[in-house]
C-alpha cells in the first residue's frame, strides 16, 4: 500500500470483512505541510485565458454571430468527448478499445480541448486513481476545492506525484502510433487544432471579426477545462457516496451535466474499468456514454466493458478492504474477479 493512501476501493469478495469507519485513522490520508511552490508563469497565463475566456462570453452576447457562438458550443463537445470518451474511459482506463478510426478522431478532438497529450494526461490519471487523495495524486482533493480544481496546475507537482508517476505503465499508450505522433507534435498540433483552426473557420466561412472569433474560442477552451476541473474538484467534495462511503468521490448531478457523463464520481472510483463511468443508462445526463454506443453500433468501438448487477449489489451492501486500488482495466492490481464477472459486450469478431 502506498504511503498516506485514503481508504481504497476494491470490489469485495464474499469473504472480506466490513471495514468501521471507526476503525478508519484519521491521519491517514491528511496531506502533508509540504510548502506549495507557486509557478507565475502558470499563475499569469491561466489568469489571462480565463479574463480573456471571460470577455468572449460576454461578446457571444454582443457582437458574435450567431454562427460563432453555435461553433463554440459544438466544438465545447467535441472537446469533451475528447477527453471523456477518449484519454479518460479508452485510454486511461482503457474500459473499451476502438479501431484506428475512432482513435484518430479522439485524438483530434483531444488536442482541440488542450490539456496536454493523451500519454501525459493518461498517466496523471492512473496515478490519481491508484493514489487517491494522497500526497500522490495530483489532485489531491484533502488540500481542499481551489487546489483540486486549478491550483494543482499553479504549482510544482509534489515530489511523491513524480515518483509515483515513473512507475506508472504506459506501455500500451505508447505502442500506439496515433497517440505517440500526438505526443511528438503536440505543440504544433495544439496551437493549431485548439486555437488556430476554430478562430480561422469563424472568420473565412462566416466573415466573423478577429476579436469575436478568437475571444469566443477562448470561451469554448476555458468552458471545456472548468469542466474537466469540476469533476476533481467538487466531485470529489460533494455529493452521496452510494457505492463506497469511506472515499471522497461522489455522485454528482450538476458535474455530470457539464462534464458529459463525468459526475457519477463515487461509481466510478469503485469501478473504474466500466465504459459508462456510471451505473445509469440514462444519455441525458452521460452523452459520453451515447457516444460510445454510437460508434459500438457501427463497429469502431468494441471490447465495452460494464458490471454486472449482481457486482454491484455486493459493492453497495460492503466497502473496500484496502486491497484492490487499481487505475483501470489491465492493472497488476486488479482482482481476478474483475476479469470473470465484468460483462464485455460488442466484442470484436476474429
Known sequence: M???????????QEQDDEVSALNIPQDLSKPDNRKLKIVWR???????LHMIGAFGFYLMFTSAKLATSIQAILLYQLGGFGITAGAHRLWA????????????????????AFEDSVIDWARDHRVHHKFSETDADPHNAKRGFFFSHVGWLLCRKHPQVKEQGKKIDLSDLRADPILAFQKRHYKKLMLLVCFVWPTAMSMYFWNETFLNAFCVNLFRYILTLNATWLVNSAAHLWGQRPYDKYINPSENLSVAVLALGEGWHNYHHTFPWDYKTSELGKYSVNFSAAFIDFFAKIGW???LKTVSTEMIQKRVERTGDGTHEIWGWGDKD???????????THRKEN
Not at 42 to 48: A, F, P, T
Open 93 to 112: 482506463h482503457r474500459s473499451y478499445k476502438a479501431k484506428w478510426p475512432l482513435r484518430l478522431i479522439l485524438t483530434f478532438c483531444n488536442t482541440l
Open 42 to 48: 502558470n499563475v499569469i497565463l491561466m489568469g489571462y
Open 301 to 303: 468501438a468494441y471490447d
Open 2 to 12: 502506498p504511503p498516506n493512501i485514503s481508504m481504497p476501493t476494491g470490489v469485495l
Open 334 to 344: 486488479q482482482p481476478i474477479d474483475d476479469y470473470r464477472d465484468a460483462i464485455i
